[in-house]
């Protein structure tokens, strides 16, 4: 904390008044002297005080009211008072309640004094870092607990797309199923990712399943078809071997994600002799 800082001295005793004055006099300190209680909370709402001097004597108001007072309207601003000993029970009982940071004594000590007020004002500055730093911490948490909103609505919403996208699917297999016509899928490393129940009634596939690698389970006509299809990125269409009006269709899905083979009951030729008439993409 700054040595910039502004002391109010309150005292209905003008020779107190004056007397602490002076010993303020070598310092940077702001000095401000009020004769009563009513005058102090004047000063105190036009002026940022840091730190209170009152006398606990006082006519109206005495110094442990005032300074209750004083911490309703400016609990930052540091509170002392100053009273002789036939006093101090009534002074110890404020500094317990809070109302009081320090007593000081009558007739007191120039040194004592300075000393005292320089460890007021930097125990007023570390308040007024800490708060501060709350109100940050608190911005802080403002934005996280925002943030952290909305990424469990991100979360919501993604989590409902996944169950949708995860019905359609059990939609379309399902759907897949009942075609009269067998289906399969193999990725890019030639891993069989997918199988319909009726597949095996066009081709064998020679005990493998689903993460069986094609090229192990499957003929190697078909395993060729495959490989055009995915290498070539075009649809690859023939006759399945030794199965008379069985065809073969071997499309490449986007971007390199492998082929999917469809077998029937097709005319090869003439489903080869359409790929060349219907739009890019179709079969």
């Given at each position: 904390?700054?040595?910039?800082?502004?002391?109010?001295?309150?005292?209905?005793?003008?020779?107190?008044l004056k007397a602490l004055r002076r010993l303020f006099i070598d310092t940077d300190y702001t000095i401000l002297t009020a004769g009563s209680g009513n005058e102090g909370l004047e000063i105190l709402r036009e002026k940022e005080v840091h730190v209170v001097i009152s006398d606990y004597r006082m006519p109206e108001m005495n110094g442990v009211e005032f300074l209750s007072r004083v911490r309703e309207e400016s609990p930052e601003t540091i509170r002392m008072i100053l009273?002789?000993?036939?006093?101090?029970?009534?002074?110890?009982?404020?500094?317990?309640?809070?109302?009081?940071?320090?007593?000081?004594?009558?007739?007191?000590?120039?040194?004592?004094?300075?000393?005292?007020?320089?460890?007021?004002?930097?125990?007023?500055?570390?308040?007024?870092?800490?708060?501060?730093?709350?109100?940050?911490?608190?911005?802080?948490?403002?934005?996280?607990?925002?943030?952290?909103?909305?990424?469990?609505?991100?979360?919501?919403?993604?989590?409902?797309?996944?169950?949708?996208?995860?019905?359609?699917?059990?939609?379309?297999?399902?759907?897949?199923?009942?075609?009269?016509?067998?289906?399969?899928?193999?990725?890019?490393?030639?891993?069989?990712?997918?199988?319909?129940?009726?597949?095996?009634?066009?081709?064998?596939?020679?005990?493998?399943?689903?993460?069986?690698?094609?090229?192990?389970?499957?003929?190697?006509?078909?395993?060729?078809?495959?490989?055009?299809?995915?290498?070539?990125?075009?649809?690859?269409?023939?006759?399945?071997?030794?199965?008379?009006?069985?065809?073969?269709?071997?499309?490449?899905?986007?971007?390199?994600?492998?082929?999917?083979?469809?077998?029937?009951?097709?005319?090869?030729?003439?489903?080869?002799?359409?790929?060349?008439?219907?739009?890019?993409?179709?079969?």
């Amino acid at each position: 904390m700054s040595d910039h800082s502004t002391i109010l001295i309150v005292d209905d005793e003008r020779n107190v008044l004056k007397a602490l004055r002076r010993l303020f006099i070598d310092t940077d300190y702001t000095i401000l002297t009020a004769g009563s209680g009513n005058e102090g909370l004047e000063i105190l709402r036009e002026k940022e005080v840091h730190v209170v001097i009152s006398d606990y004597r006082m006519p109206e108001m005495n110094g442990v009211e005032f300074l209750s007072r004083v911490r309703e309207e400016s609990p930052e601003t540091i509170r002392m008072i100053l009273s002789g000993f036939a006093d101090a029970t009534a002074v110890v009982d404020a500094i317990n309640d809070g109302q009081v940071y320090k007593f000081l004594a009558k007739p007191w000590n120039d040194q004592d004094i300075l000393s005292t007020v320089k460890r007021a004002i930097e125990h007023y500055g570390l308040q007024c870092e800490n708060l501060q730093l709350l109100g940050q911490l608190q911005q802080t948490n403002a934005e996280l607990r925002t943030f952290t909103e909305s990424l469990e609505r991100k979360v919501d919403d993604r989590t409902r797309d996944l169950q949708l996208q995860h019905r359609a699917l059990e939609v379309v297999r399902y759907m897949v199923d009942l075609l009269p016509a067998g289906i399969l899928g193999v990725d890019s490393d030639m891993t069989i990712v997918y199988m319909n129940d009726y597949l095996e009634k066009f081709i064998s596939v020679f005990g493998g399943g689903l993460g069986s690698q094609a090229d192990e389970v499957l003929e190697e006509y078909i395993v060729s078809a495959i490989r055009e299809a995915q290498d070539q990125s075009r649809v690859v269409v023939q006759n399945v071997d030794g199965k008379d009006g069985v065809g073969m269709v071997c499309r490449p899905l986007p971007r390199g994600g492998g082929v999917v083979v469809l077998l029937g009951y097709i005319d090869a030729a003439k489903c080869a002799e359409s790929l060349v008439t219907e739009p890019s993409g179709s079969i």
